[in-house]
């Protein structure tokens, strides 16, 4: 069976599943988003790219994003990032406050919230001018440039952002942030902004399926050994604290975000995208869960 005789028979039973989840309700702009749009697009390495349902629809990555931030950071900074952020699983909430303080101000990794503020604190620090900086290395990793930032949900988002406004602060008042907290939590609000549909989003993900590399263009975009990490990082950190509940449902490293969308790769083999905007109670997409661990039992390919 080829990947997209798969993809096709799974969309087709996972589409007329019951949708068990809600768009991110603390958000208004996403909160608006019609549930029932549904894309997948996989990106293999050895076979042609393909797409089907609502792949071409731009949507809000959110936290999907903070992959790209962590490997803009990692490429800048190399391993002095982990001075100032873990890499273990929180098992909490990707806005939680409580380890923070028993923690010292060293967030448990770079996707919780509170580890992505400190890593838009090292870009804030270390580049001239971070947003564009962080869309052009975006860019990079992608021959296609159908990404860009949403000043609408980042307002959306800004006007309630009352939790990361308390975390920045939080995290400055125990000396993990270096810059001013208003001017980091500009750069976070933006980062999570960044929009796309899942053809693209599938093609941002191939360079951590293929060692860093980007295959249309050849470009080395971050170290082996660094995709080897962030893949390790988003195995067991890319789902909160459902982190678990996907590696055992699915078997590949991947990244959510409350827009409903979720990114994964299988390293040597591809990288997928997947958008519905119905998240379960942990915040991830309810039929993106479904519809990723459906596609790795009826392909056999996991990573273990
Ligand atoms: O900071 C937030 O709450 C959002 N911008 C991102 C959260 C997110 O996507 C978590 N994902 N599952």
Known sequence: ????????????????????????????????????????????????????????????????????????????????????????????????????????????????????LVIADILVSGLKNPKAELLEFVKSMSPSDNISYSPVVEASEKSVGYRNVALCNFLKSLGNIENQPEEVLDFYFTLCSLETDCQTLSSLFLPLAYDGIAPHSNEKIIPNSYSKRINAIMQTCGFYDESGEFAFRVGLPGKSGVGGGIAAVHPDKYSIAVWSPGLNTKGNSYKGMKFLEEFTTLTELSIF
């Open 1 to 116: 069976m080829t990947y997209q005789e798969a993809i096709e028979q799974i969309y087709r039973s996972t589409k007329k599943l019951k949708e068990k989840g809600k768009p991110a309700a603390y958000i208004p702009e996403l909160s608006q988003i019609d549930p029932s749009k549904f894309g997948v697009h996989i990106c293999p390495l050895k076979e042609p790219s393909f797409g089907i349902g609502d792949y071409q629809t731009r949507f809000s990555i959110q936290s999907i994003a903070k992959v790209f931030s962590l490997s803009l950071a990692y490429k800048l900074k190399g391993e002095k990032i982990w001075e100032r952020v873990g890499v273990e699983p929180s098992g909490t909430k990707f806005n939680s406050l409580v380890q923070l303080e028993s923690d010292n101000g060293i967030p448990r990794n770079p996707f919780i919230n509170a580890g992505a």
